[in-house]
DNA sequence: TTGTAGGCGTTATCAC
DNA sequence: GTGATAACGCCTACAA
């Protein structure tokens, strides 16, 4: 599927850059020592050594740093110098382990191919810049049995609150969580009753609402290219979605022409060559995802093929490329950084104390009516 | 920039879709038992509930989990049934507090709009995945000071190890990790003197090798397009290999054809028309990231400008969409997943304690001379 | 093979 | 406003 057009030429020999893998011996670290003669320890900084540095105990230093009003000005000026000098660095996570409060929270998204996911991180990880947690990422890989494995190693690991995509889980993933009791947030739908709070929109609605567009604009033959729906509820209600909308203007649903398809460019070229050659008369194809919309654009750019004049193609998500497309990509727009941030909010919430379960913020979508269609 | 060819309709009103916050009001969690009648904690069940179960003492139930084979196979048997029935679930701060040994490490990333590092970071997710480490991640917006911010952070949070972006730091970013003796991996380069160690390869080779490939294809009035290089140390260097090979061939190198851009597919169309009205007899641009290439790729299309009749085109990365483009484009592999993996393997072998500090791993490039040249 | 004692670095509790 | 004491949950060291 791939197009290489062209020799590919290996620099790596001719300038130096092949694989070295080099040790520059004598750059050993220094001899470990230890300050004081106990046994164990990273020989770190504690925070009795700015205590001990700045006269005071060490929960007086303590509170200079954390409850700065507890303490008087001058005491704490003392403490504010001691840590200064000794560079000390708080261990958080001794502070976590002793308040019994979390430090960090989770994401666990199902693959880091996919742009759209990458964009939630971003609108979770900068949601989480400023408020004192960390973010845990995991790759799920669309594997239910993988995720309930990271969800139990997360829980181990003492995250507070945990952000999961979709609303099918493994059954041990959800009694792990009920047992937990941390907050869970589902992404990238609506379920009627979320683990703990969900935001995303109705992937139902949407993808029927790009169906009536086409069949508004006048198609009839239309074809639906989605990912693989038993690993991915999304998918499956953007199918549900599209076939309503085809029942309800009395139109042949041809399971011939409603694929399931890999990921990628290149799948998405594939799965237009092959719907135009199972059935020719064709005039659109509804992908589930941009990268596969993106990728048919491109493969009918290649073969000649005119869009929308020989068929119409329309995709979901609106990521970067299918508005510079030529031409440019009719899809489904999604906030997904603003869905990573409301996600990651919703966790710093719940963590604060604010009530949490059973809210479901929808973020909507909008159907953008570009050229290919 | 973006082109929006048609009108956008939102289906968020329509379809009922529109931003909803409700409560399911009645489903909050049963009341919080504590199981004994201490004071803190979080009722979590513990080692000692599990050994107290089994009716061993909690080191033996420790080691049993952990290190099995000291334990006798009945003993075992017994603190296995335990934690099955007890659904215990450890708590790795608590261990890793005691036993002063990190359970995670950090992946500080310059940005996460690019595939190209989100690329890496899949690469390392994946080689922490069996390794019982977790991953912490940080996006320094390509600031040096907020990579700074995000080091003491991490440290702070106890990561065993952490992966940086490029060669340059801040002065602070280099004392903290100086100071707290933990491995360091720099990657997409190779500096001489690395913190620690270093995956990546020579970006002046690279791009000294682009430059050649055009000028050997017959281009003499280059343009070079890439991201500002004062915060960016691997744009500097293509930027210094481009400039050489043009020197070595007796070349102009025209400071107005040589531009800094902001990211994005719309950044690189409008460095493409900046550039072709600024010095119209420009033959060839040299792209310092495909993303920009691939924005003049695709707004060539649009302008009807042939390519590469009209303008070469070259990128750097090879990203998949490089060759789905029309012409495919000219672009350096750079193989990113298999760089995140070499960082994070080299982490891992510094906890495990090999010998790390100096390693320099050059993962090499390749031209790939596609249509677009 | 199993257990006892004590500590990892910090903070909650309660007293002064 | 400050401090002594104990606890967070687990593991290392040493002993039996």
Redo the contacts between chains.
Sequence with gaps: M???????????R????????????S???PP?QRPRGNR???G?TTLADVARHAGVSPITASRALNKPLLVAPETRARVERAVAEL?Y??????G??AS?SP??VAAILPS??N?IF??V??GA??AL?RSGY??????SHFDPAVEATLV???????VGAIMLTGARHAPQTQS?LT???IPVVQTWSLPR?PLGACVG??NF??S??MAH?LIERGYRDIAFVSAAVARNDRAAARRRGYAKALADHGLVNDPSTTLESPF???AG?AALERILSVRPSTDAIFFANDVLAS?AV??A??LGLRVPGDVAIAGFDDI??A??????L?TVRIDRIGLGKAAAELMLEALAGT?F???????????????TT
Tied chains: 1, 2.
């Design positions: 791939r197009v290489d057009v062209g020799s590919s030429l290996s620099m790596s001719l300038e130096g850059a092949s694989v070295i893998v080099e040790t520059v011996a750059a050993l670290e470990f164990r320890g990273h770190r560079r660095i708080p261990n958080i996570i001794a976590s382990l019994s430090s960090a880091l191919d742009s990458t964009d991180l971003k990880v900068g810049e960390r973010l845990v990422l995991g790759n139990e190693t997360f829980l181990a690991h003492g792990l047992n937990a009791r009753r929109f109705s609605a949407a029927y609402a567009h990628g460019l290149a070229a990728g491109l493969a750019l290649r970067e490329l508005g510079h497309l030529m031409p440019p009719t009530p379960k059973g809210r479901r913020v929808d973020i909507g979508f909008e159907v953008i009516a570009r050229a």
